[in-house]
């Protein structure tokens, strides 16, 4: 079979780029630099192979053009071949051209070109680009642009790159998220063991609707509201005396706490549910004797005008417990309590195992005799000994002032200490207390337990006098209730307009009566 000269043509030049392909450019220049291992030499013959190479391409296009030209005149037309030659005679010219005169000019050129890409790209001539050994090579231009960025001094060490703000940002916000959540696992763990001991509080026996309130004013209404009241009784040994009545006065605004100690012997109205007699009247501490935590609510509300319903009862040992899981208590004991301090340790002692029978550990530790007055650490027997002196050192007076410096030291403790010790606390004065708190009232109160801070603290009543009043002995007699009522509701609530009561003007008349003192006995 014939074949034509531009069909020949067609299948040469189809062979020719199919071979070209099957030809990696990187490995034709791997073996270029085999052959040719030094950079001159390799250039220069380069330019020889790239002036032949082109005066040989440039002839065979020459002859190419030639014979299609030819074939083309007898297949197309005079026109088509006219032109056809007019194109090989341009071709063989300039291909005369290059492989005569120019060749060397050519070669400069490729030389030239060469260069100037090695010189952009960080690369020498002939380098392979696809070389990843090569120390400037392709890969290594790539990444010039973070090499331009002088590494800091900490990098530098620990072979790192630094951090950019964003990065930094992220990880900062990721380790806040996991200490966020690590203190509310903490606070859940808490609240399930919190949970798993309540069983073990004693619980009160009567609702808030049991607890007497009088018939209030709405200003007086108003006045409390955004404030909790609780009511926390201390127990003596026997559980039936309360040797401690105070009032904490929360604001839930400002977590701000009032205390107020009602001193014991005050002479007011107290209910005695026992017997039913309304219209009793004795030391404040008696209305716990004849009626359990329930008389003593009654009895704080009927003769102050308040509307306290939630409450608190704690016996010595367990304050004695918590002081001790605190590590005691810094008191600066005077040198006239030195003759009566260690007799009241050495009773305590003695009455610490009878305390509170069914409770953990009692009467196991002991404790000393304090060897002399000053700035000293008591330990949990020794701080319930001070806070039960009253005789010779400021009276009732005295002993709610060294209760309440007591208290105030426990709760700024407790908001230093570790989780794990306030669980511990829990466990082990919760036998110890009985509360008409719930559950829901405890875990509420519980996160705010670093935010109160105790910021006024007094007696009451704020005047009175020491006197015998019928059978009750010796008592505090106050010299006109109802004007004391009304300055605590102004410390406490701030109620610039309070007015008492008639329930309060009553009591504040039969006192007057019974006792033959009124304000008018005031001395200051």
Known sequence: M???????E??????????????????EMTSQRRRNPAGGSRAASSGTRSTAGAGRASGARSVSSAQSSRSGANSYGTRRAAGSVSGARTASAGASRS????????????????????????????????????????????????????????????????LSAK???????????????????????????????????????????DVHINELSENTIQSMEGYRTIAIFGADEEGSHSDVIMIANINNKTNEVTLTSVLRDTYWNVPDLTHGDEEKYAKANNAYHTGG?????????KNLDLNITEYVTVNWYAVSQVVDRLGGMEIDVPESMMGEINGYITNTQAEASSWAPNGPGKGEKGTTQIKGPGLQTLDG????????????????????????????QILE???????????????????????????????????????YKIVNQFPFPYHQVDALVGSSGSVKVPLGLADDVAQLHKDLFGDENYEPSATVEQISNKIEKLSGYSAEDRTN
């Open 2 to 8: 014939k074949y034509r000269d531009d069909e020949y």
């Open 10 to 27: 067609y299948d040469s030049r189809r062979r020719d780029m199919e071979g070209r392909r099957r030809v990696r450019p990187d490995a």
């Open 99 to 162: 492989a005569g005169t120019s060749g060397t000019r050519k070669g400069e050129t490729v030389r030239a070109t060469s260069t100037a890409r090695a010189q952009n790209t960080g690369r020498r001539i002939g380098a392979d680009p696809y070389d990843r050994n090569y120390q400037t090579g392709y890969y290594e231009e790539n990444a010039a642009g973070r090499r331009r960025q002088a590494p800091s001094e900490s990098a530098g060490r620990t072979g790192k790159r630094p």
């Open 167 to 209: 990065a930094k940002k992220k990880r900062r916000m990721r380790r806040i998220l996991f200490a966020v959540e690590g203190v509310l696992l903490l606070v859940v763990l808490a609240g399930l063991f919190v949970i798993s001991k309540w069983d073990m509080i004693q619980k009160a026996s009567f609702g808030k609707k």
């Open 293 to 301: 935590d329930l008389g003593a609510l009654n009895a704080l509300n």
């Open 381 to 408: 027997l020794q701080t319930v000994a001070y806070c039960r002196i009253r005789h010779g050192n400021g009276g009732d007076d005295g002993r709610t002032r060294r209760q309440r410096e007591v208290v105030n």
């Open 413 to 451: 403790k407790a908001k230093k200490q570790d989780i794990g010790t306030l669980l511990n606390l829990c466990e082990v004065i919760f036998p110890e207390i009985r509360t008409n708190l719930t559950l829901a009232d405890v875990l509420g109160l519980a996160p705010n337990l670093g935010d």
